[in-house]
């Protein structure tokens, strides 16, 4: 104020940058008498409804999950395919949006289909062998085979039998009610929707 108007007489420009000073020192001393807000911070858990008990969560039904997944079908609906190739496990189901990438079927799968087909294809060589007693390599042209063929026809049905049982006890990222399609619709929106 003293600056821009013209330079009073006997009052030199030093004055009135302390009365202004003076101002300052005042009202920051107002401002620090005044109480503290705490910032505003707001986490997930804000909008993810936080479940104390597992008697909160809806119910996932272990058997049929079992059976959605052996069919190969998305253990949530058991309308959507698991798979978009031989094994390769859908990110998402195409039907009701099930994320199905949290699985963790690492190499169980395998491990199943070679006790399931070892007493199949073993029990079979010992049946075969005590009843016709065939030659070997007859026995080798039919059991080989068979063993590859029983195995790749089980690993895609055990897999996705194990990605059921993993989803219906919340194994994994499965155990976040965030990620429930129920849920879904309660989380916060993307930065995109919120600009108007
Ligand atoms: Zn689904």
């Not at 600056?3 to 006997?10: F, H, L, Y």
């Not at 009052?11 to 001393?29: G, M, R």
């Not at 052996?70 to 058991?78: F, L, N, T, V």
């Not at 996705?160 to 965030?178: D, K």
């Amino acid at each position: 104020m003293g600056r821009s108007g013209p330079a009073r007489a006997g009052f030199p420009e030093k004055d009135s940058a302390n009365s202004s000073a003076v101002d300052n020192v005042a009202e920051t001393a107002y401002v620090l008498t005044q109480p503290l807000e705490p910032p505003i911070t707001m986490t997930m858990s804000d909008f993810v409804p936080e479940a104390t008990s597992a008697d909160d969560l809806p119910h996932r039904d272990i058997w049929q999950s079992l059976k959605r997944g052996w069919r190969q079908k998305c253990p949530s609906c058991g309308d959507g395919r698991i798979y978009g190739k031989f094994l390769k496990v859908n990110g998402v189901c195409s039907s009701c949006g099930t994320e199905l990438f949290h699985h963790r079927a690492d190499d169980a799968p395998p491990y199943f289909v070679m006790t399931i087909s070892g007493h199949v294809i073993v029990s079979g060589i010992l049946i075969t062998e005590r009843m016709f007693s065939p030659p070997t390599w007859v026995e080798l042209a039919v059991w080989l085979p068979v063993t590859v063929l029983l195995s790749l026809w089980l690993l895609p049905r055990v897999k996705g039998a194990l990605i059921g049982y993993q989803w219906a006890l919340r194994m994994h990222g499965f155990g976040n009610p965030a990620f429930d399609s129920d849920n879904l619709a309660q989380l916060p929106p993307s930065s995109s929707e919120t600009v108007s």
